[in-house]
């Protein structure tokens, strides 16, 4: 009847409340730092993508400047992007 035994395993191990903290703050703070990261690198990608389509429709001249207006498609495409990009990160970033 050796498997009817109760198994034991030591001493119980209840964590104080000031590592609960310092775990959670760590935590968050890797995610705040990813977060300024992931924003920084959509601007800069989109800052070089708007470089590119400007060149590339001006045929690398410099006196047509397209996707510059804040009222064209160019910035519901930002948001949108943004948006999705973002509920990509959220979903993934979930255990």
Do not use: H
Request: charged share 20%; net charge positive.
């Amino acid at each position: 009847m050796e498997f009817l035994r109760r198994r034991r395993i030591g001493a119980a191990y209840e964590r104080a409340p000031y590592e609960r903290v310092f775990e959670w703050i760590k935590i968050n703070t890797l995610r705040l730092i990813g977060a300024v990261v992931g924003f920084f690198a959509w601007c800069i990608a989109v800052i070089v993508a708007i470089k590119i389509i400007n060149f590339v429709a001006s045929e690398g001249g410099r006196e047509n400047f397209y996707l510059d207006d804040t009222s064209g498609g160019a910035v519901i495409v930002k948001v949108v992007g943004g948006i999705i990009v973002s509920l990509v990160i959220i979903l993934s970033s979930r255990r």
